[in-house]
Structures are given as structure tokens and as C-alpha cells.
């Protein structure tokens, strides 16, 4: 048993012009201790599938139309108020693009630590939390945690904004993290360095990570083991390694021929030609055979499965 599984989970949302198909049958098992990126464009569904894992999107309009995920063996799909609480609070920590919006700007950092502290664990007496919202924030290397607690998040870099939104997911003492776009509000420098922390603490912690990425650099950087998305689906989903020596899959190919190259000055970067689908009606068969070199008839008519360990790829036109 892996510690998360999904399992043909197909989510929708039901709007006023119809339904938007999203997740269209996600597979996805997780071993404990794994470092896993989730890439793809915008709008494929990482997000969603990230909130899916903690049951964060709002139901209604959100329509989960098939499938299970599992978290440690037990059902995320059935599981009540007091499970679901303790997910979301302790046992999976989720940490987002933009730290801006997840401060409160007219509260202090010490403040804010102290209320994720006390939702965790409201016994404990005012200075042991004080003394732990120090250790949280020393833990992602923020320099005088002590003298942070009285600073407002304006006062701080949108680095620093980012560690205490890092601080706030390990309050709990999760097993999972999840990071949503963590980085990508950050310059590059600042983002290197987030990630490195990141990286650092699944090893120290023994976390179990879900990065989520439209950049396979970022990606690449944390993980060892790669998720591609593309309109809902996964396409592929491979060792790092394996992942950029050798894609499988004609979009993660594009993927990674749209990555600059800074061993090759002067050479331009291929975009994929074309758009995402719209999900309110999306292509039959394949989701991405209106933009694939390689479209043949079967792949306008049928959904190609994933198929393969460890590199398994969902595509017609790549030999098993
Ligand atoms: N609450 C919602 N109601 C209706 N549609 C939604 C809702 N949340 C997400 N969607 C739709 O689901 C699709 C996937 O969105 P999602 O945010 O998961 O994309 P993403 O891959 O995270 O993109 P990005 O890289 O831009 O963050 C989009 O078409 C989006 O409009
Ligand atoms: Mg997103």
C-alpha cells in the first residue's frame, strides 16, 4: 500500500454554462519519503489535484465523478469532519504561490504563528508556544526568529514571507507537504534558495513532498521523481533522470524543448504550437492529439492508458 493513491479520480465543476471537466481520471500512487514535482501548464489541474488530497475545493460547484483517494489506507473521499480536520491541520501541511495573501497584514508574524500553534494544539501554555514558533521559524533558517515575532509581513522579503508560510505547513509536524507554486512569486536567486530549503527539510523531516510546478526546472531541482499533467490527465510520470534524458511523451518533449538551454547560447527555446483545450468540451480520445506531431486516428478516438514502471507514459504512438 502507498501512503497516498488516487485512483481514477475524476473531478468537475458545474457552472452556469455547464460543466467543466477538469480531473479526468488521475492515477497516482505516492510512497512514503518520495519527492514528487507535479509540472504542466497552466490550467491542467495541478492546483485542483493538490486541493483534492485534502478536500479543499468547494463542493458545490466542485463534482468528484469517479474514482478514490486514499491516504495511508483510509478513504479521503468518505472521511468526516474530525478526519478531514486532522489532515488538513497536522498530517498534511500545504504551502502556496503567494505568500502575500496567506498573511494577515495587520497582525504580527508572531501572532500568526501563534494561532496556527494554538489550532494544532490548543493545551499548550503561551511560552512553550512562543518558544516553538522560535524553533519553527529557526528551522527554515530564518535569521532572529526570536526578534520576528514582533515584525509585520510587510516588513519582511517575500522570501522570508515564504519560510513563515513554511514555518505555518510544519506547525502540525505533517508527513506530507504539499507546495503549491512556491516559488513562483519569487525572484530566481530567492527561489533557489526556497528550494534548497525545501529539499532540506524533506530530508531532515522525512517528509514526503508533492511539488507542484509549470517549471520543470524547479521540478528537477527537488525531485526525484516527475508527474507530467496535461488537461487533467497524467502523461507521463518517470525518474527525474529518466524524465529529461529520455521524455516519452510528445508533450513533455514539448515541455522540454520550451526549456531555455544554457549550454546552448543563441538557441531558441520551441514553444508547442497551439493552446490548452477548453474543459467545457474537450477533445475526444487523447486530450492532446489537436497538438501533437504524432496524432494518428486512434488517438482522436481513444483515451490512452498509462501504462509502464518506472517510466510510464500515457500515449498511443510510444511503443509499450
Ligand atoms: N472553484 C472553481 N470553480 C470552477 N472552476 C475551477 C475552480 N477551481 C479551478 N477551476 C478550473 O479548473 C481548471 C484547473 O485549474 P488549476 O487551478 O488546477 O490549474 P493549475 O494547473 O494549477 O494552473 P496554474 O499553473 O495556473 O496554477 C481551470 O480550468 C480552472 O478554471
Ligand atoms: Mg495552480
Redesign the pocket.
Known amino acids: 500500500m502507498s501512503l497516498i493513491e488516487i485512483s481514477d479520480y475524476r473531478l468537475a465543476f458545474d457552472g452556469f454554462e455547464g460543466r467543466v471537466h477538469v480531473l479526468d481520471g488521475i492515477d497516482l500512487a505516492v510512497e512514503a519519503g518520495e519527492a514528487v514535482g507535479i509540472v504542466g501548464e497552466?490550467g491542467c489541474g495541478?492546483?485542483v489535484l493538490a486541493r483534492s488530497l485534502l478536500r479543499l475545493n468547494p463542493a458545490p460547484p466542485a463534482r468528484v465523478v469517479s474514482g478514490a483517494i486514499r491516504f495511508d489506507g483510509a478513504d479521503v473521499l468518505a472521511m468526516d469532519a474530525a478526519g478531514l480536520r486532522r489532515l488538513r491541520g497536522g498530517t498534511m501541511g500545504m504551502v502556496f504561490?503567494d505568500p502575500v495573501t496567506y498573511l494577515n497584514p495587520v497582525f504580527t508574524i508572531g501572532r500568526q504563528m501563534e494561532e496556527v500553534l494554538r489550532a494544532h494544539e490548543p493545551a499548550m501554555p503561551r511560552a512553550a508556544r512562543r518558544d516553538r514558533a522560535v524553533a519553527l521559524l529557526d528551522s527554515v533558517r530564518l535569521p532572529g526568529p526570536a526578534a520576528l515575532l514582533d515584525r509585520y509581513p510587510h516588513e519582511l522579503s517575500g522570501g522570508m514571507r515564504q519560510r513563515v508560510l513554511i514555518a505555518q505547513a510544519l506547525a502540525g509536524n505533517p508527513r506530507v507537504l504539499i507546495a503549491?507554486?512556491p516559488t513562483t512569486a519569487l525572484d530566481v536567486t530567492i527561489q533557489r534558495q526556497v528550494l534548497a530549503l525545501i529539499a532540506d527539510l524533506v530530508e531532515r523531516l522525512g517528509l514526503t513532498l508533492l511539488l507542484?510546478s509549470h517549471d520543470l526546472g524547479v521540478i528537477g531541482a527537488a525531485c526525484r521523481r516527475i508527474v507530467v499533467m496535461y488537461a487533467g490527465n497524467v502523461v507521463e510520470d518517470a525518474p527525474a533522470a529518466l524524465l529529461f534524458a529520455a521524455p516519452r511523451h510528445p508533450y513533455t518533449q514539448g515541455l522540454l524543448a520550451a526549456m531555455p538551454d544554457l549550454r546552448r547560447p543563441g538557441h531558441m527555446p520551441q514553444g508547442i504550437p497551439g493552446s490548452i483545450p477548453n474543459l467545457r468540451d474537450p477533445p475526444r480520445g487523447c486530450r492532446f492529439h489537436p497538438r501533437c506531431p504524432l496524432a494518428a486516428e486512434i488517438c482522436r478516438q481513444e483515451k490512452p492508458e498509462l501504462r509502464g514502471a518506472p517510466h510510464a507514459v500515457a500515449c498511443h504512438m510510444v511503443p509499450a
Open positions: 497552466t495541478k492546483s504561490q503549491d507554486e507542484i
